[in-house]
C-alpha cells in the first residue's frame, strides 16, 4: 500500500521567512495530494491540494510543488507569520481508491 | 454552511463496554471516510463509504471494529469489547463527490474533516 514520509518532523523559522516541508509517496498511481494545517485541538484543515496533472500549485502565500517523476511533493509557505504555526499534515490518494494516507506530520512554530 | 458534525465529542468507557460513534456529513456529501489519530500523529485510515456502500474496510484493525451507514448520511463507528488500546481520537471526513475529473485523469475529490470523538477507554 502507499507509504508517505514527511520531513521534517518539527521546524521553527523566524516571522517573515520561508517554511518548507516535504513530503515522499511510495505508490506511483497516487495522483491527489492534500495539505492539511491542524491547531492545537482543533480539526485538520485544508490549506492547499495538488492533483497530479499540474506541477505548482499557489494561493497566495502557500505554494506546492509536485515531483512525479521523483515521487515527492513540498509545501512551501513565504512571509510566515506567528499564526501558521500549527502541525501540518502531506497526504496522498489515488482514483478509486480513497483511503488517503498521510504523513506523520510537521510542528512549524513561527518565532515573533 | 454546516460542516461534518460528530458525537459525542467526548467518550469515557470502561473496558469490555461497547460504544457508538457519530458522523453526520457535510449535506449532499456523497463520501464519508472514518480516521483514527493518536496524538501526535497524522489520521490513519479505517474505512469509507460511497453513498451507503462501505467500499474498504480494510484499515480496520480487527473484527470489533464496525461501520454503517445505512441511508447514505449519518455513519456509526461502533467499537465492541472496548480495549485501553482503542483510546484516540476518531475522526470522520466527507467529500462532496466520490472523484474529481481533471483533463482524462480522475482523483479523489477534497475531503472535510469532523471535530472528533475523544475516546478513552479505561
Known amino acids: 500500500g502507499e507509504n508517505v514520509e514527511q520531513h521534517p518532523s518539527t521546524l521553527s523559522v523566524q516571522e517573515g521567512d520561508s517554511a518548507v516541508i516535504k513530503c515522499t509517496y511510495s505508490d506511483s498511481a497516487s495522483n491527489y495530494f492534500p495539505w492539511y494545517k491542524q491547531e492545537l485541538g482543533k480539526r485538520p484543515q485544508l490549506i492547499i491540494d495538488i492533483r497530479s496533472n499540474v506541477g505548482e500549485k499557489k494561493d497566495q502565500r502557500i505554494a506546492v510543488t509536485l515531483n512525479k517523476t521523483a515521487k515527492h511533493f513540498s509545501l512551501h509557505i513565504t512571509e510566515t507569520q506567528p499564526e501558521d504555526s500549527a502541525v501540518y499534515f502531506c497526504a496522498a490518494a489515488k482514483y478509486n481508491n480513497n483511503d488517503m494516507r498521510f504523513g506523520a506530520g510537521t510542528r512549524l512554530t513561527v518565532k515573533p | 454552511g454546516a460542516g461534518v458534525s460528530q458525537s459525542p465529542r467526548y467518550k469515557v468507557t470502561k473496558r469490555g463496554q461497547d460504544v457508538a460513534l457519530r458522523c453526520d456529513p457535510i449535506?449532499?456529501?456523497?463520501?464519508l471516510y472514518w480516521y483514527r489519530q493518536a496524538l501526535g500523529q497524522g489520521p490513519e485510515f479505517l474505512t469509507y463509504?460511497?453513498?451507503?456502500?462501505?467500499?474498504?474496510k480494510s484499515g480496520l484493525p480487527n473484527d470489533r471494529f464496525s461501520a454503517e451507514r445505512p441511508e447514505g448520511s449519518i455513519s456509526t463507528l461502533t467499537i465492541q469489547r472496548t480495549e485501553q488500546r482503542d483510546s484516540a481520537m476518531y475522526r470522520c471526513?466527507?467529500?462532496?463527490?466520490?472523484?474529481?475529473?481533471?483533463?482524462?485523469?480522475?482523483?479523489?475529490?477534497?475531503?472535510?474533516f469532523g471535530p472528533g470523538t475523544r475516546l478513552t477507554v479505561l
Open positions: 449535506s449532499g456529501h456523497v463520501s
Open positions: 471526513a466527507s467529500s462532496q463527490r466520490r472523484t474529481v475529473k481533471t483533463g482524462t485523469s480522475a482523483s479523489p475529490d477534497t475531503q472535510y
Open positions: 463509504f460511497n453513498y451507503e456502500a462501505q467500499q474498504d
